[in-house]
């Protein structure tokens, strides 16, 4: 069973944790929880309840004590709902104690400490408190059942005793009937007092299932050329899941082969939503976007990956080498690929100026680097295999005077190298390098066409860049 166990634990984990990955674009992540659904499943396979599940069988004339432990029954329906809610409660406490990790510097920083462990003590609480009612619930079960074989001993060993008396049967006779009655109850004992086992596990085998058979990624798309980077957004309306707010209604645009547009508008207008969209990463409502005429959902998830580059507005590294971080975490990467992405990038001098170069170590928190360090790694990670459309959301936020200098010469680069280029800014500096403006104003197109027509029009209404009030323009 050990051996079974591993190997579904080996066999599935990367399964799951793609699929749960690629779930995530319709909801918070939740699905990611399905990796301990799993570790449910293989400790539920080395356990000794399955073992009493399988000895079960071996006790045919105690279907009473079976009938116990049928899942319709009084068992499952009595602890169901308590474990239910203390699940719930655990999986909330642990996703607190994941944004705790995450904002440690924050909470100190502005003394929330009480406060998050206020919240998480609550979660936790209220998940021992409904484990403590499901288990006074399945312990009163466990203790019928050990009732019930008890009494059956004692019945066994009087008949027997009778039987001895009238001389039907001999004294050793009845003691062995007693053992082999103790060891076909045993069994069944074990699996009632371990039933929440089973029950947690066939609810997570359901969800393993369920996540598997709904994974897009089940499904095998036709490998196109590679793209050139032609980009089309077709209606695009975007309202949040569980909301009915409307981050994004109506838009629409293209780009050529190696166009560069810059996005702007006032905060909250939908602009980063809109560059995640871009990229796949957030999935629309209604409405497509088109990379080479396809629509983003039928490309093949790994090529398109290949095909684009992203740089998010909160840039996060994965702990490992600097090397590491611009090959996307690759083992299979020419190093003259990732020098490559590190010059269009213009951070070659950069990360030739630490003590260790490529190899240097980068911690969860992208210590050693400064917040504009990681910012310039983080583009180069976006340049890196040559990408057709990269998409930069606010790149220069973090960036010294030397930085946007260099930023400003790789996205000239790009540009040189017909590049698809959208880039999200609220810097009027940015703008010197782009083909087309388009402006955002709650979530809706307001100006869109090529560089210098879009600032004539903003200029006749008054609008200055520097100031990026965007709010007056009215939507055509």
């Known amino acids: 069973l050990m051996r079974t166990a591993v190997e579904v634990a080996a066999q599935l984990g990367g399964p799951i944790l793609s699929a749960a990955a690629r779930a995530s674009l319709h909801s918070n992540g939740r699905e990611y929880q399905t990796l301990g659904d799993l570790q449910q499943l293989r400790t539920f396979l080395v356990s000794a309840t399955l073992l009493s599940l399988l000895d079960a069988p071996m006790a045919p004339l105690f279907m009473l004590a079976i009938f116990l432990i049928h899942p319709d029954l009084a068992n499952q329906r009595a602890t169901a709902k308590p474990f239910g809610e203390a699940n719930t409660s655990q999986t909330k406490a642990n996703l607190h104690v994941d944004s705790m990790s995450r904002n440690s510097q924050i909470i100190n920083a502005l003394a929330m400490i009480p406060e998050a462990v206020w919240i998480w003590g609550k979660d936790t ?125 109506g838009i629409g645009f293209g780009l050529e082969a190696g166009d560069s547009l810059a996005i702007i508008g006032n905060s909250g207008a939908g602009k980063t939503t809109l560059g995640k969209m871009l990229v796949g990463s957030i999935l629309p409502t209604s409405g497509s976007v088109r990379l080479d005429l396809m629509d983003l959902r039928n490309w093949d998830q790994r090529q398109f990956g290949e095909s684009i580059g992203y740089l998010p507005q909160d840039v996060q590294l994965f702990p490992g080498s600097i090397k590491a971080n611009i090959a996307r ?33 980068v911690a969860a928190d992208g210590a050693p680097l400064s917040g504009g360090q990681k910012q310039r790694i983080a583009l180069a990670r976006a340049f890196f295999g040559s990408p057709k459309l990269v998409v930069l959301d606010e790149p220069n936020s973090n960036l010294d005077t030397a930085g946007e200098l260099a930023l400003s010469r790789a996205l000239q680069q790009a540009k040189e190298q017909k590049i698809t280029m959208v880039t999200i800014t609220q810097r ?13 104003v709650n979530g809706t197109v307001a100006l869109f066409g090529l560089r210098q027509d879009v600032l004539q029009a903003l200029a006749a209404r008054g609008m200055s860049l520097d100031g990026g009030h965007f709010a007056n323009i009215q939507v055509k």
């Not at 009163?140 to 001993?153: C, I, M, P």
């Not at 299979?332 to 010059?343: L, P, R, T």
């Not at 269009?344 to 490529?358: M, N, Q, R």
């Open 125 to 249: 609480g209220n998940s021992l408190r409904w484990q403590v009612i499901a288990q006074d619930r399945n312990i009163a079960f466990a203790s019928l059942s050990k009732g019930v074989r008890l009494l059956t001993q004692v019945m066994m060993l009087g008949w027997g005793a009778y039987l001895a008396i009238e001389g039907s049967v001999t004294g050793g006779m009845v003691i062995a009937a007693s053992i082999i009655a103790g060891r076909a109850l045993g069994p069944i004992e074990g699996a009632i007092e371990g039933w929440n086992q089973v029950v947690q596990s066939r609810a997570a085998f359901g969800r393993i299932s369920a996540l598997l058979k709904e994974s897009p990624l089940n499904f095998e798309r036709l490998k196109l050329p590679r793209p050139e980077g032609r980009l089309d957004v077709e209606r695009l309306l975007f309202v949040p899941q569980g909301t009915k707010r409307v981050v994004l209604n």
């Open 329 to 361: 975490m690759r083992e299979d990467v020419d190093d003259g690929a990732i020098y490559e992405a590190a010059k269009l990038a213009d951070v070659h001098e950069l990360i030739a100026s630490l003590p260790h170069g490529y190899e240097t170590f």
């Open 428 to 440: 009027p500096a940015l703008l010197q390098t782009v083909d087309k403006i388009l402006v955002l």
